[in-house]
């Protein structure tokens, strides 16, 4: 998907209560702030992106409400504030229990100021990979424990882990797992070939 940066100067409070209010004031648009304050805006997906995401967050969506004594899941329009300063919204997430019922009830229901355990991105065929690439480290940067970037475009997907190098799968025809974060969670990546 495109994106597009609006640089906005000399804001005096562009504090995480001014990103809110400007999301909300916003609502059709898909909006995330970078590391250095900048404003970013996503475009929406084509049909096909939206399909091979939608069958995504299904696959992900049926395990957190299998298990949803372990933590929580959301869906892309949920952003979340790192600790560099950025608020990123990634297409799934999950945060476990523990650490989403220790922000308090201000804090779930904004920005939460935390980094997901586990997260995955969708690339459309519009997006960068370069840029996906490094969005994906910055999660891991930031406190991320596992993030899936899955790419139906050129069928590979690239699993990022703290401290270890980052797995390549170079074909859409296995099965991706997330058992060290995310118990029992798995993703048939061949669902997402046609």
Known sequence: METLSLKIPEIPDQSDNWLFDFCIANKGLRIERDTHGQIIIMSPTGGISSNKLFKVLTAFSEWASKNSDLGY???????????????????????????????????????????????????????????????????????????????????KAYIYKPGKAIEEISSFNQTVKATEVVPGFSLDLSKLKA
């Open 73 to 155: 899941g959301f869906e892309s329009s949920a952003g979340f504030r790192l600790p560099n300063l950025a608020m990123r919204a990634p297409d799934v997430a999950w945060v476990s229990k523990e650490k989403w019922e220790n922000l308090s009830t201000e804090e779930q229901e904004k920005f939460p100021p935390i980094a997901p355990d586990f997260i995955i991105e969708v690339r459309s065929k519009s997006d960068s990979i370069k840029d996906l690439k490094n969005k994906m480290k910055e999660w891991i940067e930031n406190g991320c424990q596992l993030a899936w970037l899955v790419d139906p475009v050129e069928q």
